[in-house]
Every structure is written in structure tokens, then in C-alpha cells.
């Protein structure tokens, strides 16, 4: 069987859920046999996310192969346990940096470079190529951006191509559109949908499924009304009203009929009762959590909570596990800079755990040490992510260690001991100013990890040999290693080769943990990290304890 393409596009306004939509259909295919690659293709004329602000674009998700990804990618792997690599996020900026460096090398022979056909062609060449690499049943690819947007054409001429050159009984078009209600006169308005459909077809795209966002349940006339005005079959309008989490969307999609439909249009497992056991699980969880835990995310991105999504995600995962309502605090650590004790008891009172989760620059840095320190001493659960493990290594040195200035190379002020440092040769280190940010060493991607034997983290994993996703720039610096084991740190994991310092707890502590990588990347709802198990754990023992 060739493999079969299915594109989703959204239409009216953005943020309706394509790339949830193109997950869970992922994870319904899967659940029928069908072997399934996601894939988002982005407008933005950035190569990639790395140097987005995290308040504007939200998280980066890193892959296995250290691809700085859209966090839509972090759904895809979430939904279909499917480890992704940097196929699966394209974006404009990678589309002409690679066509423009392949006319500068004579690839094009003297031709004439233009949109159509050669940015159109580079655009259809990484659709195939995910199929050459993995040979999928199905490929999933979402166009990211709204029907009608500028950017966004050559991906709709692209795909319209696709459907052309595999033939239409192998492609299938998905279009998420809204449909507004309007509280006074309690209508449900089909009209935006029409032309953002009237837009698709002006492209050239008939769409064969409607997925139509809606705050209110369709009845059957809107229905009807949408399938005539949008040349769609009625029962290939599925309704998506919103819903408490979207890891309800797997059994709700399923009744609704979306995967029944493309593999209907398809001609794929139309027959196949679906294997949806683990997503029943999931649900009776989640309908059976009635005792609720508080965590404080305490970072320098909470403006935006997006930006931290993956962390949330997998702390969900583990409290859906113990069938546990999860509340947040969100913590900006640059307003805790100058906080007393009192300040933060009432800034962390009543929660159950803190967390502090990755970034990058100094702001907020003294803030995250206040933290650290105080969830240290105050015996509340605690996990650091990336930076919050540098901060709270940090802290442990100045006020266990006696280390008063320690810090990172990367504060904003000089200081003597450094702690951690960024991973560059002397040359490096002395025209640091030359090298630009993206070029600069970085830890990207899956590194493996020794854990100690009879550490806390080992006994969390059930091993002494894992590997972690990372995402950072600087390491640290073993010069200190004596005085912090003698102030009570434990150093629970190192790299293979005893160079890299991984992950470090404090014996004594309720639960301490910290790691510089980035676990939140390899949780999944039907199989919470080691780490966020271990932290809901203890915040769950820490509450019934009060």
C-alpha cells in the first residue's frame, strides 16, 4: 500500500486546535493499526524557533535529534508516542535558506529561481521525504498559519500539487474553522466557515472533512447547512466543542466519527475495530480525580504560559496517573529577587511543590536562588529544569557550601567562582563576541546518563542507565565538585564518560531532585516521566501530612 496523505488547515482565526486535531487523528489511526508521522509545516520566515522569544511563540520542543521545534510537534508526540525529528517541523525560513544556498552552489543550472517552481517543489520534497525516510501508512502534515494569510500560499499550491501528482483517492484535506456564537441571540453562525472555505477553493483545495471549533453543540440543520454551502458529505462535519482537557479529544473525536471518515475516504482499516483502551484509561482518571495539589512554576517566561507547555503537560500526565486535580501557581522569579521569607510564605502558601523549569540570560536568575533556597529549607517538594538546576546548584554553594559569590558565567556581573560555564574552547572563550548565538556550543537533543546506585533517581527511573532530552548552553564546573558533596549534595548523575554533571539531589530532603536536561519532553499521558511521578508523589505525601 502507498502511503496516504492527509493535510490540515485552518481557516477564520487562528489557535483553533489544527495542531490537537492533527494529533489525535494521528493517535485514532494508530489505534487501528496504521502506522502514522506528523509533520507542521510553519510560514514564518525564521529558520527556526530557537531565537523566539519564549513570551511571544511559546516553548521550544526539542526532538530525539536536537531539532528546535514548534511545541505543535510536542502534541504530535504526546498524542502518538511517535519520537519526531526535524522533518517534522518545516518552516519558510528552512524552504528558501536551502533553495537560495542551492542556486549559490549552481544546483539550479543558470534557471531562472522563482516561488513557482522551485520554492513550491522544496516545499513538496520535504512532504515525500517523510515518507521515503519512514514509510508511514499515513502522513499527517498541518499548515500552520490561516487560509487567506500571504504567507501561507505556497504551502496551499504546494499541497493542492501533492493531491495532484499522488492522486486524490491518496490525499485527504482536513479544514479547522470556527464557528461563532453569539450569546444574545443564541445563534451559531456558519457564515465565517463559508468563506474561509470559498478562500480554500479559490486555491484550488475542495476540503473533504470540516473540524468546526465551537464553544455550543451543532444540531443537525447547522450541519446540513454547512455540508451544502461547503460541498462536504454531512457526516464528514465534526463538530469540536470545547473541553475541560484535550485528552478528552481521543474518545470524543472517535464518536464524532473523524477517523471512521478518512478511513472511509481513504481506503484504510474502515474495518478495524480501534484499540482505544489506554485513552478509556486515561478518561476514567481523569473523571475520578477529586483531591487537588497546587504547584508553583516559578520561571522568567510566565507571561506567557505557553511558554513553559511541556512542563505542564507532564505534571498533568502524573496527576492524571494518581487521579489528581492539578491547580498552578504562576511565579514570576524576577519580581522574588528581594523577597523576604514572609514574602514568600505567603507567595507559596498552601502549594504542594515548586518547580523551577528552564531558560536562558540572567533576568530573573536571583530570583530562582530565592526559591531554591527557600524550598530547600522549608522542606517542600522541589524539582529544577535546565536553569533551575544551575540556580539551585548555585545556591547550595553559597549557603551550604559557604561559597558566598558563587554563580553562572552568564550573570550579569563578574564573579570569582563560577559555577557553570559555556562549553567553549579557549580560542572560543577569548572571540566570544564574534561567534554569532545560534553558532555557538550547545547541548541539543538525547544524551545518555549514568545514575548513581541507590540514589533517589535511580530508584525513580528503576535503573542506573537512561537518557534525556537537551536544550542548554553551559555545564558544570567540577573544580567544586568536593565542597558541594561536602555541604550534602549528591551527585546522582553524570554522563557515560564522567564529564558532564546530569542531575544532583539532596539526601535528607522530602523530595530534591534537579537535572539539566529537559524531561518533560519524554512524558506521555499513558506514561508519566520518572521525575514528575516522583515530585507528585511527594507533594501528594507532603499534603496528606497537614
Known amino acids: 500500500m502507498s502511503t496516504k496523505y492527509i493535510f490540515v488547515t485552518g481557516g477564520v482565526v487562528s489557535g483553533l486546535g489544527k495542531g490537537i486535531t492533527a494529533s489525535v487523528l494521528g493517535c485514532l489511526l494508530q489505534a487501528r493499526g496504521l502506522s502514522v508521522r506528523n509533520q507542521k509545516f510553519d510560514p514564518y520566515i525564521n529558520v527556526d524557533p530557537a531565537l523566539m522569544s519564549p513570551i511571544q511563540h511559546g516553548e ?8 528546535e521545534t514548534d511545541l505543535d510537534i510536542g502534541h504530535y508526540e504526546r498524542f502518538t508516542n511517535v ?16 533553495v537560495i544556498q542551492r542556486e549559490r552552489e549552481g544546483g539550479y543550472n543558470g534557471a531562472t529561481v522563482q516561488v513557482v517552481p522551485h520554492i513550491i517543489n522544496e516545499i513538496k520534497e520535504h512532504i515525500f521525504n517523510i515518507s521515503r525516510q519512514k514509510d508511514p501508512d499515513v502522513v499527517i502534515s498541518e499548515i500552520g498559519g490561516t487560509v ?85 458529505p454531512v457526516e464528514c462535519v465534526i463538530e469540536n466543542v470545547d473541553v475541560d482537557t484535550v485528552y478528552e479529544l481521543p474518545m470524543y473525536f472517535e464518536r464524532q466519527g473523524l477517523a471512521s471518515q478518512v478511513c472511509k ?51 498533568e500526565h502524573a496527576c492524571i496517573e494518581r487521579e489528581i486535580q492539578m491547580a498552578l501557581n504562576w511565579v514570576d522569579s524576577e519580581k522574588l529577587e528581594e523577597s523576604s521569607d514572609e514574602e514568600l510564605d505567603e507567595v507559596f502558601k498552601d502549594n504542594d511543590a515548586i518547580l523551577i523549569p528552564g531558560g536562558f540570560g540572567p533576568r530573573g536568575m536571583e530570583g530562582m536562588i530565592k ?53 567553549l574552547s579557549a580560542e572560543q572563550q577569548a572571540h566570544i563576541d564574534q561567534i554569532p548565538f545560534p553558532d555557538q556550543p550547545m547541548r541539543r537533543g538525547a544524551y545518555p546518563m549514568v545514575l548513581e546506585e541507590g540514589s533517589l533517581l535511580s530508584r525513580l527511573y ?26 550534602g549534595l549528591r551527585f546522582s548523575g553524570v554522563s557515560p564518560d564522567g564529564k558532564f554533571l546530569e542531575a544532583v539531589e539532596l539526601p535528607g530532603h522530602p523530595f530534591y531532585a534537579a537535572t ?5 519532553f519524554k512524558s506521555r499521558p499513558a506514561k508519566p516521566h520518572p521525575l514528575f511521578r516522583g515530585l507528585v508523589a511527594a507533594a501528594l505525601k507532603r499534603r496528606n501530612e497537614k
Open 265 to 315: 475516504r481513504l481506503g484504510l482499516a474502515q474495518f478495524v475495530e480501534p484499540d482505544l483502551s489506554s485513552w478509556e484509561n486515561i478518561l476514567d482518571k481523569i473523571s475520578n480525580s477529586h483531591r487537588v495539589l497546587t504547584f508553583a512554576i516559578c520561571g522568567k517566561y510566565t507571561a506567557l504560559h505557553d511558554a513553559y507547555y511541556s512542563v505542564v503537560e507532564a505534571l
Open 60 to 67: 521550544i520542543f526539542v526532538t530525539e535529534d536536537g531539532a
Open 371 to 423: 526559591v531554591a533556597s527557600y524550598a530547600r529549607r522549608k522542606e517542600i517538594p522541589f524539582l529544577g529544569i535546565g536553569l533551575g538546576m544551575e540556580m539551585a546548584v548555585v545556591e547550595i554553594a553559597r549557603n551550604l557550601a559557604n561559597i558566598k559569590d558563587a554563580h553562572t558565567d552568564e550573570c550579569e556581573h563578574s564573579c570569582s567562582n563560577v559555577f557553570y560555564y559555556a562549553c
Open 516 to 520: 539539566i536536561a529537559h524531561p518533560e
Open 148 to 232: 487567506g494569510d500571504m504567507e501561507s500560499q505556497s504551502y496551499l499550491e504546494a499541497i493542492r500539487q501533492v493531491s495532484y501528482q499522488v492522486g486524490r483517492e491518496n490525499c485527504l484535506f482536513i479544514h479547522v474553522c470556527l464557528l461563532p456564537y453569539l450569546v444574545k441571540s443564541k445563534e451559531i453562525k456558519t457564515k465565517p466557515t463559508q468563506h474561509s472555505v470559498q478562500k480554500l477553493l479559490s486555491y484550488g483545495i475542495q476540503p473533504d472533512i470540516l473540524v468546526c471549533r465551537t464553544e455550543v453543540p451543532m444540531d443537525q440543520s447547522i450541519r446540513k447547512k454547512l455540508a451544502l454551502y461547503c460541498n462536504v
Open 462 to 487: 528503576g535503573t542506573t542507565e537512561a537518557s534525556e532530552r537537551h536544550h542548554h548552553r553551559r555545564e558544570f564546573n567540577f573544580a567544586y565538585q568536593g565542597p558541594l558533596l561536602q555541604a
Open 83 to 98: 519520537d519526531l525529528s526535524a522533518e517534522s517541523d518545516i518552516t519558510s525560513g528552512m524552504i528558501y535558506r536551502d
